[in-house]
């Protein structure tokens, strides 16, 4: 971009020197701030250690350059305001706060200093060749920076898809993160008393399971795991990792409903088969738990399904267990 604004910005600066017939050291200057500098300040910011900083004095530069022009060419109202608007746009599109302010004194600076050299002579008036030698860069120059602009914005937008992506989603799994399936289900229980139950799923011993047969399978397990989850989910259930080996579901279904659904989860997973691991089977205990009556909280229904499935555990896992409300049990 500095090589394409330079370079242009140079037309309408020739046109002027050549209408005012200035001296060879004001071409000189105006070749140096147009073909040489941009290439310069490249080279700069690629050997320096901190390429970054580097370049943010080189973006200051740029201002001062284009505000030492200025005198050259009497204050030629057109090309004038055009190169320090557009070298001002730049600081502003570069995103870097207050960018623009910090290049406004070496800009005056460089701007007094030129006109000291060159006598302060001002003749305001743009023929209709500067005019035309004006076009290039207000037209080139705007396009190729609204077009680098909008790459910018798609990309950003593109990363912003993907975080939400990544906040929503497990990425091991592909079911919802817990924060996104807390607020899922919670829609589930309002209105209070429309039928609903939790299921939360635990794999059996899974901590013998990455022992003997690696981290890598354990992952296998839980995505196949996490796969069958998604065969039995209804259109309008929930499906989230609560984290490690546990899994939760909310089904807008009564318990009765929700555990045939449960039945045929474990079957499903029972009959799961490992190629990189033969003599592994797939085994979970499974507790359900409807709304507590009274309730809207997401926490005690969380408790209920995981008392049920304590017990599903205690009675030797590979099972599900639906809780019952009441003293006693489940």
Known sequence: MRTLGMGLGLL?????????HAGIAAWAWAFFCGLVWPHLAYRLAARSRDAYRTELQNLVIDSALAASLVPLMHFSLLPSVMLVSVT?????????????????LPMLAALLVSGLLNGFGVDVSTSMNTLLACLPIM????????ASSYQLVRRVQAQNLQLDKLSRFDSLTGLGSRAHWEAMA???????????????VDVDRFKDTNDRHGHAVGDDLLRAIASCIQSVLPADGHAGRLGGDEFVVALPLPPVDAARIAESLLAQVQALEFPRAPGLRG????????????TCDLRAWLEAADRALYLAKANGRGRLQVFAAGPGAA
């Open 283 to 294: 085994s979970i205990s499974i507790g359900l738990a409807a709304p507590p009556a009274g």
């Open 139 to 146: 037209v080139i120059h705007t396009l190729a920076v609204s």
């Open 88 to 104: 001002t746009a730049d600081k502003i599109s570069s995103g870097v706060r207050g960018l623009w302010r910090r290049s406004l």
């Open 186 to 200: 919670s829609g589930l229980l309002q209105p209070a008393g429309r039928p609903a139950t939790l299921m939360l």
């Open 12 to 20: 309408p600066v020739a046109m002027v020197l050549q209408e005012r």
